[in-house]
Each structure stands twice: as structure tokens, then as C-alpha cells.
């Protein structure tokens, strides 16, 4: 998703989707009408001033509750790619699954805090204020509002927050994240289903506000039941396949010199990993096969050491890693192959990020 960069927080970009402005637009629309109804005598245009900076603070709350996600990531050593504000709300992008079911639970349950402190905070600035003015109905709705985010986001299902925080509970009690994925993912689906019958319900009954709770209602739902299902897809694709050990998906491996011309290396590889070793027993990498069939096609007499990749600490793997960590290490990293060594630190096989994507799909 795009939308225009309003600013960057410790170097992290928030984005304002365009879709914010149709869900602010709907808000302006459905408020300004009532507000002469909850504060008689308003004078003309001042409702339509007071729906435009209800829809800002809206905003500017939604965006708190998603920097408590950002700062809550952040502290745990969890990198964070962009905040997103958008027609449903907000999302904070953490590039990293977090590794302990804890930490799922203190970022899942920071935006929630969040809205409560300003539900709260909103709440005792209405108490205290004159209740008979427009700018006590506008602090007052705030009020609601955040309470109504905070409440909402805990229900226990993904995406919501209460989803993640039911998964980090069940993967603590189970010691399988993806066992916490799929009970949450019910509840997302759970979710979806309430918020329908609710909008049915409205219609029904004819409540006054039934079509524009059918509308809200309904695009929800659909948000909640896409949202859960790519935390199954993304869920899927970091487990391993069960019944695959290590040793069934890496390729053997091949030591030649670093000097050797490019063309030969590929023909003796044969499908095999190759590591290209200097004179001096240095490892230079491993052979690229695609740049060393690019570097071929040219200069077949170049040394196989111009097309090789680099290796890199996150781009070698451990012969007895535990297979979640596997999964999770080549999904963070960019390399396409991985060279993988034994406890002693001899090469035992080379790992393509093509040969594990298929077996997981071949798992799923």
C-alpha cells in the first residue's frame, strides 16, 4: 500500500493512505448533522467545523494507538518498516516475527493501552468540562471513540490485537506458534461473523442508523476475514513442512577453485551448490548460477569468482537448527541460497530458498 508520507518517526515513514480521506469524509457526512441535535443552538457551519476535527483526532488517535505498537516493537529489538493509516484504521509493519510469545503479547497489547490511556484522558477532560457546549460533545465523543478502538481491537481474533494476543497465549501454552494461529484465526472468522448478523440485525429492526451500520459493518467483516486469512498464508509459509528434515532438501555441495573459469564451474556443478575457494582457503562465495550463466554467455574463460554470491553469517545454516528457525532466517534474508555446515563448521549441503518455498506449498 502508498499513500502520502506525513512524517517519519525515528526514521520510520507514516503513510496516510488515500482511503483515509473517504473513511474521514463519511465521518464529517454522518457527524455534522447531529451535532446541533446534541448541542442545541449551535450556530450554522460551527457542526460541520466540529465533524472535520472529530475526523482529525480520529485520526491522530489511531495513529497513537499504532505508535504503541511502534515503540512496543521497537524496544524489543523488532525492526519496523512503516505505519499506515487507512480507511479501516491503521497497521504498523514489524519486519520480523517476534521470536518469543511474550513479546507477540506486549505489541499486540501497547495500541490497545494506548486508546484506553486516551479514552480515559478524554473521558475526565468531559467530566470536568461545562456539558453544554459543542467543544464538550466533540471531547466526550473522543472519549467514546478511543474506548470504542481499544474494545474493538481486543476481540480475540487476527488481525485484531486481541487475535495476536490469543495466539501469543495458546503458542506459550502449547509451545506452537502456528497452533496460536489458526485458534486465532477462528476467532477473526468468529468476529466477522458477529459484525454481520449485528448489521442484519439493524436493518431488520430498522434502526435509524442500519444502512450506514450495514455499510461499516459488512467492509469490516471483510477486512477481519482477509486479514485473518493472510496470517494463516503468512503462518504457512514460516512452518516447516512436517515429515522434511533438513537433509532431504539441500542440494550437495562442491568445492572448486575460485580462479576457475566461469563456464567450466557450471558444467561440473551439475545442480549442485557450489563454493568457490581462493588460493589461500578463504571461501569467496557461492556460484551464482544465474550470473554465472549471464557471465558465461560472454566471458566463458572469467574467473567463476565474478558470479559468485557472497556468504554472509544469515546466509549460512546449521545442520542441526530446529526447522522453525530455518524457515525464519531464509525468509528474512534476500540471499536465494544458503549454504549449510555441520557442527564443525565443514559444508554439508547447500539449501535454495525455490527448493524449501516448494516444499512447504507441497506440505500446506
Not at 507514516?14 to 449551535?42: H, K, N, Q
Not at 478524554?122 to 466533540?138: C, E, K, R, Y
Not at 539441500?250 to 564451474?265: G, H, K, T
Request: charged content about 15%; aromatic content about 6%.
Amino acid at each position: 500500500m502508498g499513500g502520502l508520507l506525513l512524517f517519519r518517526v525515528a526514521g520510520i515513514p507514516v503513510l496516510l493512505a488515500p482511503s483515509w480521506w473517504i473513511g474521514s469524509a463519511i465521518v464529517v457526512a454522518f457527524y455534522a448533522p447531529f451535532v446541533d441535535d446534541l448541542a442545541p443552538g449551535t450556530p450554522p457551519g460551527v457542526g460541520l467545523v466540529m465533524a472535520v476535527l472529530l475526523a482529525v483526532f480520529l485520526g491522530l488517535s489511531v495513529l497513537a494507538h499504532e505508535l504503541g505498537h511502534c515503540v512496543a516493537a521497537l524496544r524489543l529489538g523488532l525492526p519496523v518498516r512503516r505505519l499506515h493509516l487507512f480507511l479501516l484504521g491503521g497497521s504498523t509493519e514489524i519486519l520480523r516475527t517476534p521470536g518469543k510469545p511474550s513479546h507477540e503479547g506486549v505489541v499486540a497489547g501497547a495500541g490497545p493501552v494506548v486508546s484506553v490511556a486516551l479514552a480515559a484522558a478524554f473521558g475526565i477532560g468531559a467530566t470536568v468540562m461545562n456539558q453544554d457546549g459543542v467543544l464538550w460533545v466533540l471531547v466526550f465523543q473522543l472519549a467514546a471513540a478511543n474506548a470504542a478502538v481499544a474494545i474493538f481491537n481486543l476481540l480475540p481474533g487476527l488481525p485484531l490485537d486481541g487475535g495476536r494476543i490469543v495466539r501469543a497465549g495458546v503458542w506459550a501454552m502449547t509451545g506452537q506458534r502456528a497452533t496460536g494461529t489458526r485458534v486465532a484465526v477462528v476467532g477473526g472468522i468468529a468476529v466477522a461473523i458477529a459484525l454481520v448478523v449485528w448489521a442484519l440485525y439493524g436493518v431488520a429492526e430498522g434502526a435509524q442508523d442500519r444502512w450506514l451500520r450495514f455499510g461499516v459493518c459488512v467492509l469490516t467483516a471483510w477486512g477481519v476475514v482477509a486479514g485473518a486469512r493472510s496470517e494463516l498464508a503468512s503462518e504457512r509459509r514460516r512452518t516447516w513442512p512436517a515429515g522434511v528434515t533438513l537433509d532431504d532438501l539441500i542440494r550437495p555441495v562442491l568445492q572448486l577453485p575460485a580462479e576457475s573459469p566461469v563456464a567450466d564451474a557450471l558444467s561440473t556443478s551439475a545442480g549442485r551448490g557450489v563454493v568457490l575457494v581462493r588460493a589461500d582457503g578463504v571461501a569467496a562465495g557461492l556460484l551464482d548460477a544465474e550470473l554465472a550463466r549471464k557471465l558465461a554467455a560472454a566471458s566463458p574463460f572469467a574467473p567463476a569468482e565474478q558470479a559468485a554470491e557472497p556468504i554472509r553469517p544469515e546466509t549460512v545454516l546449521f545442520a542441526g537448527e530446529a526447522g522453525e528457525e530455518i524457515v525464519k532466517q531464509v525468509q528474512e534474508t534476500a540471499a536465494w541460497q544458503f549454504l549449510v555446515v555441520d557442527l564443525e563448521g565443514r559444508p554439508a549441503g547447500v539449501l535454495r530458498r525455490e527448493d524449501l518455498r516448494a516444499a512447504i506449498e507441497k506440505g500446506v
